[in-house]
């Protein structure tokens, strides 16, 4: 596997660990449904995922898995007070219009809500930054500003931030260091290259 | 639905029927139920025939059968051809076939049309064998229900134990849906495409234009019209402007714009049909009206306008609490007649109710025809959705 490869299944890892069985979960930018795929293997949950692309819903549907065309927050609303056990936002947290309501809406409509996002604020990204006076690029965001979407970088203090002010209860956080595997021991603002967050209401 | 979203085959020295991919000359059977079937209605009738086409082989263990269901002015024939010379072949040619979308190579297609519909099945203008004269408007009123039960004696006859899967556009969606509901552990999978759980004040009023169309017309004659005459002129203005519902404005600005017949003056004064889109609607009203059964239109367009599972159900949470099948939902971006939001509604009741359910939603400019599409994104999506099953071999390609 490439190193890229290796990366992208770090969210198996550890959502898959945080996962009930048989839950009931909603992958909110689900993609071709990697992620959805494992945890119903994994785990027997009961997944669908949302994605805005036809041809990832249809990646979805072709590997048995179901898959909602549309807009997350739109769908969420479609669904009482807790109807998911778990809501998933695996690195799309920064491509979010408008995170503070997607993140709020997910707590309602699911009982806990897993995020997983890139910290930008990983010291190579700052030391990147810093010398090279450029946008930042690493194995995750390869590529450079005009050939890239419009995202919404952000750090784990940024969202610790956000967390406290909204009075969001975490759960449990993973910091892994740059190798995405390791578990960072300390500073993790400027040491963990990936963080994971399980989240729910105060 | 129209006759003509697909564009014409290219000119071949091959025989069209026997291109590859084409289930070829295909033949409509009739089935026949002898004893009496009472509608939802409380109303009876003494037996009914269904005219029917399958394509394909029904496997030993009788469980690889796709029902496709049609809508309002389609029929049996969705595949093949009729004969060498025939003009057009199957309404849902392009997506049903030998190593198409459904592969009639792997699963036995079965299209019926409906009870209540006048292209073999019996309906208003077949003969009541009680007084030896047509039904008329003394045929009980039809609903999706009825249709579906109707449907489930024909497939039992044909010793089918579950269906893989029911799939339909537009009224074919809501009996789809019907099946789904009605007999759960028979109806594995569900595709529906531009349907709707419940029409609009809009759909239901084009309808009422349609049927007021016909009963206004006096050769209607309270539904009392020889089986060459009838409403005619009410029946081909009801066509025409149903047409127009299954497009779009873009799509036709894009086939029609603003241009004129060739023998059409550029400044003549006449009402006349000039522009394009005029002689192209009266060719489909005239056409219709060769076709189709004024009393028939009447019925079905009935039954769509009655169907409501929320309704009967107290909600379409509680309508779909049965339902053991996963579905499969498409919408059209440019369908204002079953619009996007009530495809949607339908997935997202599925899943409130706990079901399986998926939607996907194709950016097209055809209008609500577009489930007729050919496509080639719709039809891995319905491949995708239909022989699935088997354990998926994990890749981690991006």
């Given at each position: 596997m490439s190193r890229l490869v290796e990366k992208r299944t770090v969210d198996m890892q550890v959502i898959g660990e945080w996962v009930e069985p048989q839950s009931r979960v909603l992958d909110l930018g689900c993609g071709r449904g990697e992620l959805m795929g494992y945890l119903v293997q994994a785990k027997q949950v009961s997944a669908i995922g949302v994605d805005l692309d036809f041809g990832r819903i249809s990646a979805c549907v072709r590997r048995g898995l179901s898959a909602y065309q549309g807009d997350m927050t739109e769908f969420m609303r479609a669904f009482p007070s807790g109807h998911f056990d778990r809501i998933i936002c695996s690195r799309t947290v920064h491509e979010l219009?408008?995170?503070?309501?997607?993140?709020?809406?997910?707590?309602?409509?699911?009982?806990?809500?897993?995020?997983?996002?890139?910290?930008?604020?990983?010291?190579?990204?700052?030391?990147?930054?810093?010398?090279?006076?450029?946008?930042?690029?690493?194995?995750?965001?390869?590529?450079?500003?005009?050939?890239?979407?419009?995202?919404?970088?952000?750090?784990?203090?940024?969202?610790?931030?956000?967390?406290r002010e909204k009075s969001i209860r975490i759960v449990r956080r993973a910091h892994l260091l740059g190798d995405w595997r390791t578990p960072c021991p300390a500073l993790p603002n400027l040491f963990a290259g990936y963080a994971l967050y399980d989240l729910a209401r105060a | 639905m129209t006759d003509d979203v697909q564009a014409p085959p290219a000119p071949s020295t091959e025989p069209r029927h026997l291109a590859a991919g084409d289930v070829g000359i295909?033949?409509?059977?009739?089935?026949?139920?002898?004893?009496?079937?009472?509608?939802?209605?409380?109303?009876?009738?003494?037996?009914?025939?269904?005219?029917?086409?399958?394509?394909?082989?029904?496997?030993?263990?009788?469980?690889?059968?796709?029902?496709?269901?049609?809508?309002?002015?389609?029929?049996?024939?969705?595949?093949?051809?009729?004969?060498?010379?025939?003009?057009?072949?199957?309404?849902?040619?392009?997506?049903?076939?030998?190593?198409?979308?459904?592969?009639?190579?792997?699963?036995?297609?079965?299209?019926?049309n409906v009870l209540g519909g006048c292209q073999g099945s019996t309906g208003p203008s077949s003969t009541d064998p009680a007084t030896g004269r047509p039904y008329r408007i003394r045929f009980p009123f039809v609903t999706i229900r009825d249709m579906v039960n109707a449907q489930k004696l024909l497939l039992d006859s044909l010793g089918i134990t579950e269906l893989h899967a029911v799939m339909g556009g537009s009224m074919g969606g809501m009996t789809a849906m019907m099946f789904a509901m009605e007999y759960p552990h028979f109806t594995r999978r569900q595709v529906i495409m531009a349907s709707t759980a419940n029409e609009s004040a809009q759909a239901i009023a084009f309808n009422e234009v349609g049927r007021q169309a016909i009963m206004q017309d006096p050769a209607w004659n309270q539904g009392e019209y020889p089986r060459?005459?009838?409403?005619?002129?009410?029946?081909?203005?009801?066509?025409?402007?149903?047409?127009?519902?299954?497009?779009?404005?873009?799509?036709?600005?894009?086939?029609?714009?603003?241009?004129?017949?060739?023998?059409?003056?550029?400044?003549?004064?006449?009402?006349?049909?000039?522009?394009?889109?005029?002689?192209y609607l009266l060719h489909q009203g005239q056409s219709f009206i060769n076709r189709f059964d004024a009393n028939s239109y009447l019925y079905i367009t009935k039954a769509i306008d009655q169907f409501d599972p929320a309704r009967a159900a107290g909600s379409l949470e509680l309508a779909f609490a049965p339902v053991q099948a996963e579905s499969l939902v498409v919408g059209f971006a440019s369908d204002w007649l079953f619009p996007p939001e009530q495809n949607r509604a339908i997935a997202l009741a599925l899943l409130r109710a706990g079901k399986r359910a998926s939607y996907a939603e194709l950016a097209t400019d055809l209008g609500h025809d577009s489930f007729l599409l050919e496509s080639d994104e719709l039809y891995a999506l319905v491949r995708g959705f239909l022989e699935r099953g088997e354990a998926y071999a994990f890749d981690f390609t991006i």
């Open positions: 219009n408008e995170p503070a309501g997607v993140i709020l809406e997910a707590l309602r409509a699911g009982n806990k809500l897993t995020v997983g996002f890139v910290n930008h604020g990983f010291w190579k990204n700052r030391i990147g930054a810093l010398l090279r006076g450029r946008k930042v690029r690493n194995a995750v965001y390869t590529t450079r500003w005009h050939e890239s979407r419009p995202t919404n970088p952000l750090t784990i203090a940024d969202f610790e931030d956000f967390c | 295909v033949r409509p059977r009739d089935f026949a139920h002898p004893g009496p079937f009472t509608f939802k209605s409380g109303q009876t009738i003494q037996g009914f025939t269904l005219r029917y086409e399958t394509y394909g082989a029904l496997s030993a263990t009788r469980d690889n059968a796709v029902l496709i269901c049609h809508a309002l002015s389609g029929d049996h024939h969705c595949a093949g051809w009729h004969s060498e010379s025939d003009g057009k072949p199957g309404w849902w040619n392009n997506l049903i076939g030998p190593g198409k979308a459904v592969d009639t190579r792997r699963f036995f297609v079965i299209c019926i060459d005459g009838g409403p005619r002129v009410g029946l081909g203005i009801a066509r025409m402007m149903a047409h127009i519902t299954y497009l779009s404005d873009a799509g036709m600005d894009r086939k029609f714009g603003r241009r004129k017949r060739g023998s059409a003056g550029g400044e003549a004064y006449t009402f006349d049909a000039q522009f394009e889109v005029e002689s």
